[in-house]
């Protein structure tokens, strides 16, 4: 991750942004996790997001990341899975639970960032994953 200075609003955050060549970018603020859309690629070193005014999530957690093929849910950071709140054929929303991960000694609930059916749960209970390791497929 690359740790930027930026001003929202008039005021100063140091922020952890991650690749910017695919969307969403995983950015820390503080602390807290958040999942950026992209407008378009990067452009001369800059990138512009959708919804500037938006600088929190709805739910609380971190938000599973997509890779390439959307219908693969995958995971935020490294850790050990705690609980898997999903199941096969089960419909989701976006916000919704996906599990819960342990990862530097905190519990962080993984979310849905969009809507889906699990096809596939990938992941059990005290598995040990990495990130980017798949989490659900989505039909």
């Given at each position: 991750?690359?740790?930027?200075?930026?001003?929202?609003?008039?005021?100063?955050?140091?922020?952890?942004?991650?690749?910017?060549?695919?969307?969403?970018?995983?950015?820390?603020?503080?602390?807290?996790?958040?999942?950026?859309?992209?407008?378009?690629?990067?452009?001369?070193?800059?990138?512009?997001?959708?919804?500037?005014?938006?600088r929190k999530v709805e739910q609380p957690g971190l938000r599973g990341i997509t890779q390439g093929d959307?219908?693969?849910?995958?995971?935020?950071?490294?850790?050990?899975?705690?609980?898997?709140?999903?199941?096969?054929?089960?419909?989701?929303?976006?916000?919704?639970?996906?599990?819960?991960?342990?990862?530097?000694?905190?519990?962080?609930?993984?979310?849905?960032?969009?809507?889906?059916?699990?096809?596939?749960?990938?992941?059990?209970?005290?598995?040990?994953?990495?990130?980017?390791?798949?989490?659900?497929?989505?039909?």
């Open positions: 991750m690359k740790q930027l200075r930026v001003r929202v609003n008039g005021e100063w955050y140091t922020v952890d942004v991650g690749d910017v060549y695919q969307s969403p970018v995983e950015v820390v603020v503080d602390g807290e996790t958040y999942l950026v859309e992209l407008d378009t690629a990067v452009e001369s070193g800059t990138a512009r997001t959708r919804g500037r005014q938006q959307n219908r693969v849910i995958r995971c935020p950071l490294p850790g050990k899975v705690v609980s898997v709140a999903v199941t096969k054929g089960q419909v989701l929303e976006a916000g919704d639970e996906i599990c819960q991960l342990e990862s530097m000694k905190m519990e962080q609930s993984v979310r849905m960032a969009t809507g889906g059916t699990v096809k596939n749960v990938k992941i059990k209970k005290d598995q040990s994953v990495d990130a980017g390791t798949p989490l659900i497929e989505l039909q």
